[in-house]
């Protein structure tokens, strides 16, 4: 984060990557100090049983999750048109990628500021409900049963929002496979890469392609899983918080 700020100040006009992968550490950094904030030790510390902190948390995790989530497609999207053909469609927006990039960003904090918010309304400390009336999330914080439609409403919109975003990356990792192979066919008869005991460039770049998507739609799914089975249960323990944090930090 400290270098993309001071390429911002040193570079009056900093490269597209250099805002993705600075609004990403931004991001990262909010969520773990939003996971040590969650747990139990600074709670107690803090005496979390109060609306406004139980808020302001909850909030906060759910709308730097979703950032991430979406800038991390954005980046993908963004290395397909880097390395995409000129005189392909998505040649077309390499010169104009630094003014897509910023309204990209901004349409991204507008939808996980506005698809999270309704956490500032039905997300309560556990002291100021009954236990027959909350969803709770661990040990402090609660999720009023009586908003619980409209919770379940956004978080339907939120899944639609993470669906495209992944489903964008998907698309534009395959892209980027598709581009490499073909590149690496044109070039094989030029550098005699079928004799070559290493392996080339371009399978290795696929390889970790394939490898980093594969691993983040994973976890992408093992959290979706838990969110949605938990929700629908009515339970979320401190166990089940405690490895959804792991997942999505991870």
Not at 24 to 39: D, E, K, N, P, R
Not at 53 to 63: D, E, H, P
Not at 99 to 122: A, E, G, K, M, T
Not at 209 to 222: A, D, K, N, P
């Amino acid at each position: 984060l400290l270098s993309r700020i001071l390429t911002l100040f040193l570079d009056h006009r900093p490269k597209p990557h250099d805002l993705l992968t600075g609004n990403l550490a931004l991001v990262h950094i909010l969520m773990l100090l939003m996971t040590v904030f969650l747990s139990p030790g600074p709670f107690e510390s803090l005496r979390f049983q109060n609306d406004v902190k139980c808020k302001a948390l909850f909030y906060l995790s759910r709308v730097m999750r979703g950032l991430s989530i979406c800038t991390t497609c954005l980046l993908s999207m963004l290395q397909a048109v880097t390395i995409s053909p000129s005189s392909s469609w998505l040649g077309r927006f390499k010169q104009k990628s630094r003014r897509y990039v910023i309204h990209s960003l901004l349409f991204s904090w507008f939808l996980c500021l506005s698809f999270s918010s309704n956490l500032l309304f039905s997300t309560v400390a556990v002291s100021n409900v009954t236990q027959t009336q909350e969803l709770s999330f661990g040990n402090y914080c609660s999720l009023s049963s009586a908003r619980y439609l409209r919770w379940s409403l956004f978080f339907l919109l939120a899944l639609l929002r993470d669906v495209s975003f992944v489903g964008s990356m998907l698309l534009s990792s395959v892209y980027m496979v598709t581009l490499l192979f073909r590149h690496q066919r044109r070039s094989q008869h030029l550098h005699n890469m079928s004799l070559s005991p290493s392996i080339s460039p371009e399978k290795r770049a696929t390889q970790i392609i394939l490898l980093l998507v594969s691993f983040f739609v994973v976890m992408y799914w093992v959290d979706l899983v838990i969110s949605s089975c938990s929700m629908m249960l009515l339970a979320y323990g401190p166990v089940v918080l405690g490895v959804q944090r792991l997942v999505v930090n991870v």
